[in-house]
């Protein structure tokens, strides 16, 4: 009988509570009970209705009700310091995951199941210095991991492990950012040599498109690790966009599946390419785009200009998307939400090769995703003419970073008419 691990995220709502604490706690100490109070109430209430039996509610209330009370030192730490440090942001950020595994591990043990919570930072998923944005030391991880977890599954316990963050080398909580659970469930999967790592949402899987703007958008059931990757990347909000390369490394199936509707196959992920007739898989897009234009004569050949760009944005924790460079031009495509701190950043650079930066908005990211787009002859033309035939003007595109990918970059006012046409020409 195959043995099985869980990995949860946050009771819905949560995280938000948790975020909207923090900045309450920096103006006052007024709401800090109240918004506290309302977590322990929401996870009150499901242990109240999910677990049958009564000694184990009091275990429950009890785990759960110390670290309610670990949250608000916390939060009162914040009112009295006026300080928000990234470590104490991401230890308060961790808190929906740990009182899950609780509640989770609670309800299996009242239906007789034999289940155990672990928090990540206990059981050693180390990560790299970063607090928002991590990557787990798979090989740190794979050790600490079987240490703890193989014991408790060779008699029969089911682990009920918090997803979404890690711990750095010094044990300092670090999160893995937006659907960090689906990429804590891959290191977990890649360190216990896992045959299948099902990831349960509140849909059939990927798509051909958004089924909110392509009316006929169709599920995809199979998918390759590459194809994945680049849809998480480019946009597709399934999948935290690193979940991919942990179980690609030790070639385990990904499959993502409908928790509302279990019957359903859902996506297959693979190693195996699987291409079509037509290539593209799906169309994707992202509009929380900006672009910074770096200009000046000589910028695309002069050494070392990318690098010191790359340096200044690194030292803010700004990531870059993707560059596209030309003689006189670098575009830099990065989130919007950090266009205005990466414009001030590198405005500090103006006076030499650089001659201007400046910031361009209202843009959108558009994807084509599929095996084989780099060597099939005329998939690029009819992604573009699909684009003309709109009358839409592409301002930028780039093809053969990836072997399974293009993008263009276009205005984001007319996206949802492109997004149909393109999708139109391949399904």
């Not at 928000?84 to 942001?89: A, F, L, M, Q």
């Not at 990318?306 to 596209?324: M, R, V």
């Not at 031009?329 to 205005?340: A, F, G, K, T, Y």
């Amino acid at each position: 009988k195959e043995k099985s691990v869980i990995v949860v995220s946050a009771v819905y709502g949560v995280t938000d509570l948790l975020i909207e604490a923090m900045g309450k706690a920096l103006i006052s100490e007024r709401e800090i009970d109240r918004i506290v109070e309302k977590i322990k109430d929401v996870h009150f209430e499901i242990c109240e209705k999910g677990i049958v039996k009564n000694e184990i509610k009091v275990m429950v209330r009890k785990e759960i009700g110390s670290r309610i009370e670990k949250l608000r030192k916390n939060l009162y730490g914040i009112c009295y310091t006026s300080e928000i440090t990234d470590s104490v942001k991401a230890m308060i950020l961790s808190y929906g995951e740990r009182y899950s595994a609780f509640l989770l591990s609670g309800i299996l043990k009242s239906e007789g199941v034999k289940a155990e919570a672990f928090e990540s930072d206990r059981i050693g998923i180390v990560t790299d210095e970063s607090y928002d944005n991590a990557s787990a030391n798979l090989q740190e991880a794979e050790k600490n991991l079987k240490s703890h977890l193989l014991p408790v599954l060779k008699i029969g316990v089911v682990p009920v492990i918090t997803g979404y963050f890690g711990c750095t080398p010094s044990g300092k909580v670090s999160l893995f950012g937006r659907n960090g659970s689906d990429y804590s469930a891959s290191v977990i999967a890649y360190a216990l040599d896992a045959s299948l790592l099902q990831i349960w949402k509140d849909v059939d899987g990927f798509m051909s498109a958004d089924p909110k703007i392509v009316k006929n958008a169709k599920v995809l059931e199979k998918l390759s690790y590459n194809e994945a990757a680049e849809l998480s990347y480019f946009g597709a909000k399934i999948l935290h966009p690193r979940t991919v390369e942990p179980v690609s490394l030790k070639n385990i199936p990904l499959v993502i599946k409908n928790m509302k509707e279990p019957e359903k196959a859902g996506t297959l992920i693979t190693h195996e390419k699987n291409e079509t007739k037509d290539i593209i898989k799906s169309v994707t897009y992202n509009r929380q785009i900006s672009i910074l234009r770096i200009q000046g004569a000589g910028v695309g050949y002069k050494p070392g200009i990318i690098s010191e760009i790359g340096k200044k944005l690194s030292e803010k924790n700004i990531n870059i998307y993707s560059i596209i460079t030309s003689q006189t031009c670098i575009n830099l495509i990065i989130d919007r939400n950090d266009s205005e701190e990466s414009l001030r950043c590198l405005k500090s650079l103006e006076g030499g090769v650089i001659e201007k930066v400046e910031k361009i908005e209202d843009m959108a990211l558009v994807a084509v995703v599929g095996e084989g787009i780099s060597r099939r002859e005329g998939i690029a033309g009819r992604v573009f003419s699909a684009v003309a035939r709109e009358g839409v003007n592409i301002e930028m595109m780039s093809g053969g970073a990836s072997e399974v990918a293009y993008y263009f970059i276009i205005k984001e006012e007319p996206l949802e008419k492109v997004i149909n046409a393109v999708h139109s020409e391949f399904f």
